[in-house]
C-alpha cells in the first residue's frame, strides 16, 4: 500500500516566522488530507488538496502530484498554530472505499 | 450540519472489561470509518463501513473487537476483554463522495485507558 512521510518530525518557531512542512507519498493519491491535531486530540481538516495549490487565511497547500508530494505553508506563525500537522492520502485507483493512510505528523511548537 | 460525534469522549476501564463506543457521522454520509491512533503516531484505520455492509477490516481488528452500523447511520465499536495495549484515542471518520471527493471528516475521538 501507500506509503506517506513528513518531515520535519518536530519543528519550533518563534510567533511571526514562516514554516514549510512537507509530506511524500509513494504512488499516486485519490485524496489528500492535511489536517491540524489539537491539544485534545480533535482532527481539524485544512485542506483537501490531491492537486494544485489552496489558499486558507494564513495557510496555503501545494500537491505536486506527478512529483508526489505536498507542502503546507504557515505565514505569519502564532502560539495556536501549535500542534502536530498530518498529512493523509489515499491511494489512487481506488473508488474512495479505502482508509486515510497517514504520517507520522509533524509537531509545531510556536513560542512566543 | 454537525459534524461528526463520537461517545464517550473518555473511557477508563480495568483490564479484561469490555467496552462499547458509539459514532454517528454527517447525517448526509454513507461511509463510515474508524482509526485508532496511540501516542506520537498517526492515526491508522481499523475497518469501515459503506452503507451498513462492513467493506474492509484491518489486520489490527483482532477478534476481540467488532464493529456495527445498523441500518447505515451511527456505528458501535466494542472492544471484549480489554488489554492494556488497547489504551489508545479511537477516532471515528465520515465521507460522502460528491464530484470526485474523498474527503473525511473526523470526530473528536474516544480516548480509552485500560488499567
Known amino acids: 500500500g501507500i506509503q506517506v512521510e513528513q518531515s520535519p518530525p518536530d519543528l519550533i518557531l518563534q510567533e511571526g516566522a514562516n514554516s514549510t512542512l512537507r509530506c511524500n507519498f509513494s504512488?499516486?493519491?485519490?485524496?489528500l488530507q492535511w489536517f491540524h491535531q489539537n491539544p485534545w486530540g480533535q482532527l481539524i481538516n485544512l485542506f483537501y488538496i490531491p492537486s494544485g495549490t489552496k489558499q486558507n487565511g494564513r495557510l496555503s497547500a501545494t500537491t505536486v502530484a506527478t512529483e508526489r508530494y505536498s507542502l503546507l505553508y504557515i505565514s505569519s506563525s502564532q502560539t495556536t498554530d501549535s500542534g502536530v500537522y498530518f498529512c493523509a492520502a489515499l491511494q489512487g485507483g481506488h473508488s474512495g472505499n479505502t482508509p486515510l493512510v497517514f504520517g507520522k505528523g509533524t509537531r509545531l511548537s510556536v513560542i512566543a | 450540519d454537525t459534524g461528526v460525534s463520537q461517545d464517550p469522549r473518555h473511557k477508563i476501564t480495568k483490564r479484561g472489561q469490555n467496552v462499547t463506543f458509539r459514532c454517528d457521522p454527517i447525517s448526509e454520509h454513507n461511509r463510515l470509518y474508524w482509526y485508532r491512533q496511540t501516542l506520537g503516531q498517526g492515526p491508522e484505520f481499523l475497518t469501515y463501513?459503506?452503507?451498513?455492509?462492513?467493506?474492509?477490516k484491518s489486520r489490527l481488528l483482532s477478534d476481540r473487537f467488532s464493529a456495527e452500523r445498523p441500518k447505515g447511520s451511527f456505528s458501535t465499536l466494542e472492544i471484549q476483554r480489554t488489554e492494556q495495549g488497547d489504551s489508545a484515542m479511537y477516532l471515528c471518520?465520515?465521507?460522502?463522495?460528491?464530484?470526485?471527493?474523498?474527503?473525511?471528516?473526523f470526530g473528536p475521538g474516544t480516548r480509552l485507558t485500560v488499567t
Open positions: 504512488d499516486s493519491v485519490n485524496n
Open positions: 471518520a465520515s465521507s460522502f463522495r460528491q464530484a470526485n471527493s474523498y474527503e473525511q471528516y
Open positions: 463501513f459503506q452503507n451498513e455492509a462492513q467493506l474492509e
